[in-house]
């Protein structure tokens, strides 16, 4: 059974940091893309970063470059989503996300995160919530 569990979200107060795990039973992450989207209230998701399971190479959204740090652990089938400098405006359910088929090779990052078609299995969320 293909799994995605969340784990590491809660309360902060803004400045904070909060690390989010993301371990994928079911299947194997390496040759697929894994992401972070999160989704606040009365708003649409958005794609807050993604990483590709082989080389390491990332998107992040422009709200969170310099603030979060995303990686991944091919040996235990988990990424992470290292969050510094928390903000109010951050506060949302973050989802992880793992793409369940190949996308074409002339995609890149930024494409493969935003387009989320590839994402084919989703984690149920981790409250994060910044208080100000």
């Known amino acids: 059974q293909v799994q995605l569990v969340e784990s590491g979200g809660g309360v902060v107060q803004s400045g904070d940091s909060l690390r989010l795990s993301c371990a994928a039973s079911g299947f194997t992450l390496d040759y697929y893309a894994i992401g972070w989207f999160r989704q606040a209230p009365g708003k649409e998701r958005e794609a807050v970063s993604c990483v590709k399971m082989t080389d390491g190479s990332t998107y992040y959204a422009d709200s969170v470059k310099g603030r979060f740090t995303v990686s991944r652990d091919r040996t235990k089938n988990t990424a992470y989503l290292e969050m510094s400098n928390l903000k109010p405006e951050d506060t949302a359910i973050y989802y992880c996300?793992?793409?369940?088929?190949?996308?074409?090779?002339?995609?890149?990052?930024?494409?493969?995160?935003?387009?989320?078609?590839?994402?084919?299995?989703w984690g149920k969320g981790s409250q994060v919530t910044v208080s100000s």
């Open positions: 996300a793992a793409e369940s088929r190949r996308p074409p090779s002339w995609m890149n990052m930024d494409e493969r995160c935003k387009t989320v078609e590839y994402m084919g299995y």
